[in-house]
């Protein structure tokens, strides 16, 4: 949701209207976390914004869930948003088009039909006419100026997916999942990424393959260990996942056979004297990709942008850099700074300083043209606020610098970074 921001053309405008605690069996809710009772916890944040690719627009965070003091964390949460930006037409003012459009709801409950089952489902649509495409590589280079016939391209893609995650045993689990997801594009004929998809090197062109109208089916498996103190807000424990990928390919319509493997390491450490209220949070992830792969997932791990992005190396702009192969961490000072309550209900103002970084390779095999032959890091650095509302619901605002950043990222959404 609002995956890249641009400060110095962006403005964001959060209001808080934040309510929670609607009792479901009494009309005066106990206010904190010795209640008694089962009761909803609802929260909203309208967003106004925008920028000179997606022009204005607004939307929403929310959040509602069930909680009961006997079923830990909650019985049920669902997340939603909403973002839809308009922009006047450049040979036709008086008339405008919409941009960028991203919806999704997110149904999770943790014990489902079963003590140890827990189900996630999420149906989104997302349309954006202003992906990047500088080329392929760590050592691609982005030029002075933005040209969208020449530097954007356009895709829409609504998904579904499915997730079961069984609790093997104390803090390890098996998970299970599958999504589809439909894509179609709008390209520029004399665009860098049609260019290299015709007339690239031949590496390029095996990498690229075409953007046609096509549909992607995956199936995934991982092994994941979780031993968080908290899924929304955790300061000790960890949380490391083993996870496969993979899309079959069945006819034209379903025509990428590929592969996908990731390993992220996630720890939450207190600082001893501050455990409450300080504490460090890292993460490190590699991700390789192999097969036939379609060209935008190249700048992905998982569902997300690697480097760039609200939940990958942050400052750089989403889809920079285009790879097989990514590492990189995130280290997070986290400070929860005070409570307080609003309308009767609890809340949690946190901040954040963190520094992202790490490299990407085109390829298992070497690629020095592409990639380049030095050290090659990219990196950003920044903090940031966090709200948290009860126990389900956390809004995220961080800014990051970045050599690459133009001239600084800004971000708004639901949830942590990780």
Known sequence: ???????????????????????????????????TEAKTEFGIVPIAGGNTDYGLGGGFL????????????????????????????????????????????????????????RLEL?????????QRYYGLGNASVAPPDEIPGRDFYGRAHPTLSARLRWAVAGDLFGELGANYTENWFELDPQSTLANDMTTGAPVVRELLGTASRHGVVLAETALIYDSRDSEIGPRRGQYHQVKLRASPAAGDHLPYQYGQANVTLRFYLPIAALSERLG?????????????????????????????????????????YYGRIKLFSNVEL??????????????????????????????????PELDGTGLGLKYGLGGGVRVQQGKTFVIRVDAAWSPDARPLGAYLTAGQAF
């Open 1 to 35: 949701m609002c995956r890249y921001l641009r400060a110095s053309v962006r403005l964001v405008v959060a209001v808080a209207i934040l309510t929670q605690a609607v009792d479901a069996v009494q009309a005066q809710p106990a206010p904190d976390a010795t209640a």
């Open 62 to 117: 929310t959040n509602l869930a069930g909680l009961d003091p006997a079923v830990s964390p909650y019985v049920w949460r669902l997340e939603a948003a909403a973002f839809i930006s308009f922009k006047a037409k450049d040979a036709a003012p008086s008339e405008w088009v919409n941009p960028y459009q991203d919806y999704y709801f997110l149904l999770t409950v943790p014990h489902f039909l079963h003590e140890r089952l």
């Open 122 to 130: 999420r149906p989104s649509y997302t349309r954006e006419t202003t």
């Open 280 to 320: 460090v949070a890292i993460r490190l992830v590699g991700d390789w990709q192999f097969g036939n792969v379609p060209f935008y997932e190249l700048a992905r791990y998982e569902d997300t942008f690697a480097f760039g992005g609200v939940n990958g190396v942050r400052g750089i702009p989403g889809q920079r």
């Open 334 to 367: 986290r400070a929860r700074l005070c409570d307080f309550t609003l309308l009767g209900k609890p809340y949690a103002l946190g901040g954040a300083l963190f520094t992202d970084f790490g490299r990407l390779w085109t390829d298992v095999a070497a690629h």
